[in-house]
């Protein structure tokens, strides 16, 4: 098979792959942004939302409009996509074997890979959960923010983090009802912001509580919710009924890491960021010295996080090709870690921090 | 996953329709990782390759056996990663392209 041959291909046009792109094109790469969607843009273009967090990281903006304006960024710098794109292996840690539009194979040599290929839903399993009308939360924010069609009319949302708060809250937006959110754990998991704007709209939570069951005949008709005791079993006789036709899954997301570890990547196992994650050092290195990544794959954050890493990772990789000086690196990465760390801090930043400091350890320790 | 003898029936892959009761039956014969259930069920052979299931039978067999998470699941990856018609994975694209 004849190769091509690019500086940089980067794998996922997320938040991450499209920021890694743009990073590693300005300081002079000659990129590939390769996504296997239709559209660019990964899971941004449907985030409706304002984002939270500091002025710097462009809080109060809404993902969409981030999105576009990293469109631009992008089209100004003639980074080269190619959509419907599916990268299905890497080989000698440097040519990556591709299938376009479902037809024909490619193979592209790239001097650094940049694997940004997000995370995938958490399922759960109970009785009923393959009946129509249960799906993740982000199949239903997909389908109401960007095909615009409700998912159905009585929606139960399973889990309390950001995902479950926003999806409800778009839920409602567009015109559906929230019969309930259930959590497991005792505690609420998302945001006071987003989670207090759905409380305010009237939603009923219930914490220490899971589906037990979906019940319907060929679709989703109800829900038995039971109540969970501090070790997490069901409180026979708690049982109880919503009716509903829709359930919303939001149980967490595990990185996508099939082409990373199939590539050869060093995995590490980090509970907190979803699970088994390749190993990378501060400049998102992977174990592998011409394999990057960044965003949810390398651990499951934020679409912010995700944005600064993929510039890390982009800016890393065109260094290492030498299209930039040492000392632009170094400012210019000093920059992108100071944002990242930021990201980083606080009530709710400090435990993602401390298990991406471990991660980079693992990285230092076993090099 | 508490009420196992009555959700025996659920599916837990639904690519290759493989049911709770026969993933604990591997279990107990001792197919005790994921890759193990994989090859005595199917479960995670289909099209999706596990994405969705593996980190369920990785739970159902962590809490089965009392093995940690991470010594069951998988670390290895099959290519293609997609699933891909054997015409896709013979056929090239044009010369034109390769010109590039």
Redesign the interface.
């Known amino acids: 098979?004849?190769?091509?041959k690019r500086d940089i291909v980067v794998i996922g046009s997320g938040p991450a792959g499209l920021c890694a792109a743009i990073e590693a094109a300005r300081s002079g790469a000659a990129v590939l942004l390769v996504d296997?969607n239709a559209k660019i843009g990964g899971q941004l273009f449907k985030q409706i939302h304002k984002f939270f967090g500091s002025a710097d990281h462009r809080a109060g903006v809404r993902g969409i409009d981030i999105g576009e304006q990293l469109l631009r960024q992008a089209e100004e710098l003639a980074v080269e996509v190619w959509l419907n794109c599916?990268?299905?292996?890497i080989f000698d840690e440097k040519t990556v074997?591709m299938?376009?539009d479902?037809?024909?194979?490619?193979a592209v040599e790239a001097q650094r890979i940049i694997i940004a290929t997000g995370a995938?839903?958490?399922?759960?399993?109970?009785?009923g959960?393959?009946l129509p009308g249960v799906m993740g939360a982000g199949a239903a924010q997909t389908m109401i923010n960007i095909h615009r069609v409700l998912p159905g009319h009585r929606v139960l949302m399973v889990g309390s983090g950001n995902v479950g708060v926003i999806v409800s809250y778009q839920l409602l937006q567009a015109g559906a009802t929230v019969a309930a959110i259930v959590e497991a754990a005792p505690n609420l998991g998302g945001y006071g912001v987003h989670t207090a704007k759905v409380r305010r709209a009237g939603v009923p939570f219930y914490t220490s509580h899971t589906v037990k069951e979906a019940r319907g005949n060929g679709h989703v008709e109800r829900a038995v919710l039971v109540k969970l005791d501090s070790q997490w079993?069901?409180v026979p006789g708690s049982e109880f009924e919503v009716e509903v036709d829709t359930i919303c899954i939001a149980t967490g997301l595990?990185p996508?890491?099939?082409?990373a570890?199939?590539s050869g990547c060093r995995?590490f196992?980090s509970?907190p960021l979803g699970?088994?994650v390749p190993v990378h050092d501060r400049m998102m290195k992977s174990s592998i010295d011409s394999i990057y990544i960044a965003g949810d794959v390398s651990g499951v954050e934020e679409a912010s996080t995700a944005m600064e890493e993929g510039r890390i990772a982009g800016l890393s990789a065109a260094h290492s090709l030498g299209t930039i000086t040492d000392q632009m690196f170094a400012e210019r990465l000093e920059q992108l870690q100071h944002n990242v760390d930021a990201l980083r801090s606080g009530m709710f930043g400090q435990k993602r921090r401390e298990a991406k400091d471990a991660i980079v350890r693992s990285y230092g320790v076993e090099r | 996953m508490s009420d196992e003898n009555e959700n025996r029936d659920m599916l837990i892959c639904r690519c290759e329709e493989v049911t709770l009761g026969e993933i604990l039956d591997a279990i107990d014969e001792g197919f005790v990782t994921v890759k193990d259930v994989k090859r005595a069920t199917r479960a995670g052979m289909g099209l999706c390759q596990g994405r969705s299931c593996s980190r369920t039978i990785a739970r159902i067999i962590s809490e089965r056996t009392g093995k940690s998470l991470e010594e069951v699941l998988p670390k290895s990856y099959r290519y293609p990663v997609r699933p891909e018609k054997m015409g896709a994975a013979l056929s090239r694209e044009g010369e034109d392209e390769s010109n590039n």
């Not at chain 1, 599916?86 to 292996?89: L, V």
């Not at chain 1, 479902?102 to 490619?106: D, I, L, N, Q, T």
């Not at chain 1, 996508?256 to 082409?259: H, I, N």
Request: aromatic residues 10%; hydrophobic residues 35%.
């Open positions: 098979m004849k190769r091509l296997e599916e990268a299905c292996g074997w299938v376009r479902k037809e024909h194979s490619v995938v839903e958490n399922s759960i399993n109970f009785p959960w393959t079993n069901q595990t996508a890491v099939e082409l570890f199939g995995p196992n509970p699970g088994l």
